[in-house]
């Protein structure tokens, strides 16, 4: 991949985490929340701050020290 191309999947990536965590706030709100499906977005928010740190990585240059 590109850098370009990193980008561009770092920021849907991001939207997705952004639109993940409203949806777990509201899940959370609701009456009766269904904990096996939090469970699973929370899971999957983790997976995808991963897969953003790991694109942040590619775009930033390894400094030698």
């Given at each position: 991949?590109?850098?370009e191309e ?10 997705e ?8 706030v509201?899940?959370g709100?609701?009456?009766a929340?269904?904990q096996?499906?939090?469970a699973?977005m929370?899971k999957r928010?983790l997976?995808?701050r ?7 990585d ?6 030698i020290?």
């Open positions: 991949m590109n850098p990193i980008s561009q999947r770092l920021e849907l990536l991001r939207i985490h952004r639109d993940l965590d409203m949806a777990i509201a899940l709100e609701a009456g929340p269904d096996l499906q939090m699973r929370k928010k997976r995808l991963d897969e953003i740190a790991w694109c942040e590619q775009l930033v240059p390894d400094i020290a």
